[in-house]
């Protein structure tokens, strides 16, 4: 059933400013709020189970204090050969991230999850994971090192921000969904929205 947007409580369950505007793209009132979870890998967890867990934990902690709303959560995980790439924090950590991903394909598991937490709710959980496939292009030390003074991705799974200068160190991007490497897979979420009855069009 359609629903008035207006009515609807849209929560986003994250304190990222990549997911609030790309959010924002959809024209929704919405609020961002950060969820309290342990973001620590479980050890025997595959890469994209980690993101799943992540995802719908980031949603249900929300959910567990704020009822009557819908809420999205997401997370993403960076692997290499088989093994999960987490965010930097520095930049001695992101220029050795960069020199062992040049020349390599990165694959980025953009989990996604849209908790239907109102009393009525009859699709209460959706949960999705994207891939996106990332090709490095394989630099000089002195480029990569060049392009983390400028900006500083520390934050950032994978030491690059696609969205801005980090689209220079990358060959090629395969994914359904474009926006998935940022961090929000608005293809997906726009069709779990439609599930619980939001629209984006006036008619």
């Known amino acids: ?3 008035n947007n207006a009515d609807v409580r849209l929560i986003l369950a994250s304190s990222s400013v990549y997911r609030r505007e790309l959010l924002g793209r959809l024209q929704l009132p919405f609020e961002s709020i950060a969820p309290e979870i342990d973001e620590t890998p479980h050890l025997s967890e595959s890469p994209d189970e980690t993101a799943l867990r992540l995802a719908q934990q980031k949603a249900e902690a929300i959910a567990a204090t704020h009822g009557d709303a819908i809420i999205i959560g997401s997370d993403q995980v960076a692997t290499l050969f088989g093994l999960q790439i987490g965010k930097p924090g520095n930049h001695a950590s992101a220029l050795g991230q960069l020199q062992t991903m040049r020349g390599h394909e990165v694959t980025f598991h953009s989990a996604l999850c849209v908790l239907d937490n109102r009393q009525d709710a009859k699709n209460r959980l959706q ?3 994207i891939k ?3 090709k490095m292009r394989n630099l000089s030390d002195a480029e990569l090192n060049a392009y983390l003074h400028i900006e500083q991705p520390y934050d ?4 690059a921000k696609n969205e801005g200068l980090g689209i220079a160190i990358i060959e090629s991007i395969k994914s359904d969904d474009p926006t998935a490497l940022t961090g929000l897979p608005l293809i997906a979420l726009t069709g ?3 599930n619980v009855g939001m ?3 006036k008619l």
């Open 1 to 3: 059933m359609q629903i």
């Open 199 to 201: 629209r984006f069009f």
């Open 132 to 134: 996106t496939l990332v």
């Open 127 to 129: 949960i999705q994971n």
């Open 156 to 159: 950032c799974a994978g030491s």
């Open 192 to 194: 779990m929205l439609r």
